[in-house]
C-alpha cells in the first residue's frame, strides 16, 4: 500500500488551503473532505464581505469551491468521503475511510473544524443567512441601523453584542438567567452601552418571518408567559462544539475538546501530526484565520518531512 506524504483530513478553508500549500510544495497531498459536509461552515453562508480579494464580496460556497479547484489545480487529490478512525501514534500513521478504506501517511493534517450550537428551533435552519446568524464579526455590517438581537449570557455573547452596537439600532441581549455569565470587565462595558437593553429569564421559543427574520417569541423561564420581541436579525452566541471526536484520545485536548498545538507551529502533541483552523482557533472563527492555519500546516508537515527523511 502506497504510503502518502501528507493527508489532510477535513475541509473548509483551512483544509483546502493546506493542499494548496502541500500540492504546490509537490507533496502530492490526499484530502478527505468529508461526504456531506465539504467546504465547511461557509457552504451554509450566504454573502462573505470581508475575505480579502473580493471587493463586492462573494458567496460562501463559490468562495470554497474555487478554493477546492486551486488545491485540485496544483495536485491534490479530493475524496468525498468520510475519515471514520485513525492511528495516529505510529508511523506511518493509519486513515480509515468509510468508503475508500485504509491509506497510510508520513504526516497528516487535521481541519475537521468546529459547529456552532444551535437553539433547535424549527425556522432557525430557514432563516439561516437571512437574519439568522452565529457571527457578529462576519454579518454585522449587514444589520446597519437595523434591531438586532443576541443569544446568551457569556463572554463570546457580550463580546457579540458590543461588536454589533456599532453598526445596529439597538441590540437585545436574550439570556435564560438573570445576570450574565460573562466576566466582570465585559458585564461592566455591556451595563455602560447605551444600545444594549436585557431580556433577562427568557428563552427564544420560535423565530417568525417567511423570508427573513421578522421577530422571535421569548418565553419566561420563570412565569412561562411568551411575548413578541420585533427585530431584524438573531445573532446566537451560546458556544460551539469542536469536531475532535476523531482524535480523541490520540491528541491532547484542551478542557473544551479543542486541540492542543505547539504555538506558533501547528505541530500537536503527536510528532508528525498538525492541526489548523475553527478546531484549533476557537477565539476567532473567521476564514481568513483558518486559512492562514492551514498554510501553516502545509509548512510544518513539510518541515518535519525534510527533518525526517
Given at each position: 500500500?502506497e504510503?502518502?506524504e501528507?493527508?489532510i483530513i477535513g ?8 493542499a494548496?500549500?502541500?500540492?504546490r510544495a509537490?507533496l502530492?497531498?490526499l484530502?478527505?473532505e468529508?461526504s456531506i459536509?465539504?467546504g ?9 464581505d470581508?475575505?480579502p480579494g ?5 458567496l460562501?460556497?463559490d468562495?470554497?469551491t474555487?478554493?477546492?479547484?486551486q488545491?485540485e489545480?496544483?495536485?491534490?487529490e479530493i475524496i ?5 478512525a485513525?492511528e495516529?501514534t ?6 480509515t475511510?468509510?468508503s475508500?478504506g485504509v491509506h ?5 493534517i487535521?481541519?475537521?473544524?468546529a459547529?456552532y450550537?444551535?437553539?433547535?428551533l ?5 432563516l439561516?443567512?437571512?437574519?439568522v ?6 454579518d454585522g455590517?449587514f444589520f446597519?441601523?437595523k434591531?438586532v438581537?443576541v443569544v ?6 457580550i ?6 452596537a456599532?453598526?445596529?439600532n ?12 460573562a466576566e466582570a470587565?465585559a458585564v461592566e462595558?455591556?451595563?455602560?452601552e447605551?444600545?444594549?437593553t436585557f ?5 427564544v421559543?420560535a423565530?417568525n ?6 421577530s422571535v417569541?421569548l418565553?419566561d ?7 413578541e420581541?420585533?427585530?431584524d436579525?438573531?445573532f446566537?452566541a451560546?458556544?460551539?462544539?469542536p469536531s475532535?471526536?476523531?482524535v480523541?484520545?490520540q491528541?491532547e485536548?484542551?478542557?473544551?475538546g479543542?486541540?492542543?498545538v505547539?504555538h506558533?507551529s ?6 508528525g501530526v498538525f492541526?489548523?483552523?475553527d478546531?484549533?482557533?476557537f477565539g ?6 483558518a486559512?492562514g ?8 508537515a513539510?518541515a518535519y518531512l525534510?527533518?525526517n527523511?
Amino acid at each position: 500500500m502506497e504510503t502518502r506524504e501528507v493527508i489532510i483530513i477535513g475541509s473548509g478553508p483551512a483544509g483546502y488551503t493546506a493542499a494548496i500549500y502541500a500540492g504546490r510544495a509537490g507533496l502530492k497531498p490526499l484530502l478527505f473532505e468529508g461526504s456531506i459536509t465539504w467546504g465547511g461552515a461557509l457552504m451554509n453562508t450566504t454573502e462573505v464581505d470581508n475575505y480579502p480579494g473580493f471587493p463586492e464580496g462573494i458567496l460562501g460556497p463559490d468562495l470554497m469551491t474555487a478554493m477546492r479547484a486551486q488545491a485540485e489545480r496544483f495536485g491534490a487529490e479530493i475524496i468525498t468521503d468520510d475519515v471514520i478512525a485513525v492511528e495516529l501514534t505510529k508511523t506511518p500513521k493509519t486513515i480509515t475511510a468509510s468508503s475508500s478504506g485504509v491509506h497510510l501517511a508520513e504526516t497528516v493534517i487535521v481541519a475537521t473544524g468546529a459547529s456552532y450550537r444551535k437553539l433547535g428551533l424549527p425556522s432557525e435552519e430557514n432563516l439561516s443567512g437571512r437574519g439568522v446568524s452565529w457571527c457578529a464579526t462576519c454579518d454585522g455590517f449587514f444589520f446597519s441601523g437595523k434591531d438586532v438581537a443576541v443569544v446568551g449570557g457569556g463572554d463570546s455573547a457580550i463580546e457579540e453584542a458590543l461588536y454589533l452596537a456599532r453598526f445596529a439600532n439597538s441590540v437585545t441581549v436574550i439570556h435564560r438567567r438573570d445576570a450574565l455569565r460573562a466576566e466582570a470587565i465585559a458585564v461592566e462595558k455591556a451595563m455602560a452601552e447605551p444600545k444594549l437593553t436585557f431580556a433577562w429569564n427568557s428563552v427564544v421559543s420560535a423565530i417568525n418571518g417567511e423570508n427573513n427574520v421578522e421577530s422571535v417569541t421569548l418565553t419566561d423561564t420563570i412565569t412561562g408567559q411568551t411575548r413578541e420581541l420585533i427585530i431584524d436579525g438573531l445573532f446566537i452566541a451560546i458556544g460551539a462544539d469542536p469536531s475532535s471526536d476523531l482524535v480523541r484520545g490520540q491528541l491532547e485536548l484542551n478542557p473544551d475538546g479543542y486541540v492542543v498545538v505547539n504555538h506558533p507551529s501547528t505541530a500537536t502533541s503527536v510528532p508528525g501530526v498538525f492541526a489548523c483552523g475553527d478546531l484549533v482557533n476557537f477565539g476567532y472563527r473567521q476564514a481568513i484565520i483558518a486559512a492562514g492555519d492551514g498554510a501553516k500546516a502545509a509548512m510544518d508537515a513539510l518541515a518535519y518531512l525534510n527533518s525526517n527523511p
